[in-house]
């Protein structure tokens, strides 16, 4: 008896669970759009607008509506609270989108709309009216007018509260587990027909590894749109500006289901430790970590190599620049050898680079750049047999092998032949390279060998710092100080940006719960700088 009561009990949780589920499901709609406030979104116009020379946005914006609404305005919507409409895809069909307004005062919004439309009418609680030559059917809820050119759109109701992020200024919501699956299978057949024809009718490659690359590019971005579609759960997209900190943010974030395809690859991008985060100073004015998973593209990448193999040798064979066939011969085995390495180290599963441009003495500046190899021996032997060619050539550059040692790695110094643009940013000094059995190195610019013995002792090492697997890291005003030598103008204006929170645009692509989101960021004085620049 007791046995009984228990799978009754059981069967209850789980008939209840699925009834929970279906609610949560109906509350959210296949896409929404929301918007935090309309007060708040004209204080944003308003903001950006004075950055970029267009003074008064927001007084006008209330003009035009007192002029529209013959000086009502918005009369009966509550300009703080989020608004926006959402559309929904079912089995059956699509329903037309709903839009949503926050109601201040019912009897405001009734007279207001009364005035700009001739046939209001209220029925019982169910209004109708013509828009733009469209009968429109509305209902209040939830302290919200919903209106929808169809009366059944806005039979049952969400909660909006429940429906908008109200993370961000402007939000788009995409619920891509309840697209019905006819609905994803036209877009990906209608997306893959246009892709294909666009490649048939495009100008014809150059050579087959161009043309493998188009082809290797054009099926593995298919690929992804298709686990996307198929496997994800939700999209946002989110703009927020932020007129305290002087920011702008868009993200851009995906969820996959669980247990799916899409899912695998977020996990493993998820658990990726970003190997060169450490690299340079976090106040410089340019730094690149990139870290990403590359396991599952082992077939194509292979056939990719291969093609890259053949064209490289084709390319050699064809140039002018080798004086005889030994020499043809020799570079042919250099590329062999560096594509293998490179070959091996796609194939381990992740890659990882680093790149760091800082400030130095008397206006310079210096580049610390390095990637992660698979078969780093292999990588210093070929460098070695490099190096010792070009002391061969003293008019090219001026080489010194093992001009240094630090941490048991050897450091090699090049310095190229005068080149006067250069030294203009990078100073006089050797450049130099260093290969670790997991990774290779470069430096150049003022006191260059002391920050590569520095990211030397730097790399393999735990970073206090918090950086996403892929992140761009830039100051443009500051940069555009350390670079600049000629528009005065340009200096000038970089001035007022620089060393100001403003003076900032970062791009990453980090993990999330399920997922990952890319995020764009910039400072709003950055607008105003490129608005004077294009002006200029």
């Not at 410089?284 to 990403?292: D, I, K």
């Not at 970073?463 to 000629?486: F, G």
Request: proline share 4%; hydrophobic share 40%.
């Amino acid at each position: 008896m007791k046995r009984a009561i228990g799978w009754r009990m059981a069967g209850l949780i789980l008939l209840v669970t699925g009834l929970m589920a279906s609610v949560v499901q109906a509350q959210q709609p296949t896409v929404v759009f929301s918007i935090r406030g309309i007060e708040e979104l004209l204080d944003d116009v308003d903001f950006v607008g004075e950055e970029v020379g267009q003074e008064g946005l927001k007084e006008g914006a209330e003009a035009q509506l007192m002029g529209v609404t013959g000086g009502k305005g918005l009369a009966g919507i509550d300009q703080k609270k989020p608004l926006g409409f959402y559309w929904n895809a079912t089995g059956g069909g699509t329903e037309m989108p709903v839009v949503f307004l926050p109601v201040s005062d019912a009897d405001d919004l009734k007279e207001l709309l009364t005035d700009l439309t001739p046939d209001f009418k209220d029925e019982k609680g169910q209004w109708s009216f013509t828009v733009g030559g469209t009968k429109v059917s509305a209902k209040l809820a939830n302290g919200y007018c919903f209106a929808s050119p169809s009366p059944t759109a806005i039979a049952k109701l969400p909660d909006p509260s429940k429906i908008v992020n109200a993370k961000y200024d402007l939000a788009v919501e995409i619920n891509l587990a309840g697209i019905p699956n006819q609905f994803k299978q036209i877009f990906l057949s209608q997306t893959e027909a246009g892709g294909r024809a666009s490649m048939e009718n495009g100008p014809a490659a150059k050579n087959e590894a161009e043309e493998f690359g188009r082809k290797f590019g054009f099926e593995n971005t298919l690929a992804g749109l298709k686990s996307i579609t198929n496997d994800g759960d939700r999209v946002t997209i989110g703009i927020d500006v932020n007129s305290e900190t002087r920011l702008v943010g868009i993200d851009f974030g995906i969820t996959a289901k669980a247990n799916t395809d899409l899912a695998k690859p977020m996990t493993t991008f998820g658990k990726t430790t970003p190997l060169f985060s450490g690299l340079g100073a976090e106040t410089a004015p340019f730094r690149l970590v990139l870290s990403y998973p590359t396991s599952g593209l082992t077939e194509q990448l292979d056939k990719l190599f291969s093609v890259i193999s053949d064209s490289a040798m084709e390319e050699i064979k064809k140039s002018d620049q080798f004086d005889s066939d030994d020499d043809r011969d020799l570079a042919k085995g250099f590329a062999t050898r560096i594509l293998d390495i490179a070959k091996a180290t796609v194939k381990s599963g992740s890659l990882h680079s680093g790149l760091v441009l800082e400030p130095a003495t008397e206006g310079k500046v210096r580049i610390v750049a390095g990637t992660k190899v698979a078969k780093g021996a292999d990588a210093e032997k070929v460098l070695d047999e490099i190096l010792n060619l070009l002391k061969d050539s003293p008019d090219v550059a001026e080489v010194k092998i093992d001009a240094a040692k630090h941490a048991g790695v050897r450091i090699h110094a090049v310095n190229p032949k005068k080149d006067e643009d250069a030294e203009k940013y990078l100073g006089d000094e050797p450049i130099h390279f260093a290969v670790r059995n997991d990774s290779v190195w470069f430096a150049a610019g003022v006191d260059n060998l002391s920050a590569l013995k520095k990211a030397l002792d730097q790399f393999g090492k735990t970073s206090t710092r918090t950086s996403a697997p892929v992140s761009l890291q830039i100051k443009p005003a500051s940069l555009v100080l350390l670079m600049e030598k000629d528009d005065e103008d340009l200096i000038e204006r970089a001035k007022e940006v620089a060393g100001k929170p403003g003076d900032k645009l970062i791009f990453e692509i980090a993990p999330v719960s399920n997922g990952a989101k890319a995020r764009l960021e910039f400072g709003v004085d950055l607008l105003g700088l490129a608005a004077q620049n294009d002006e200029k």
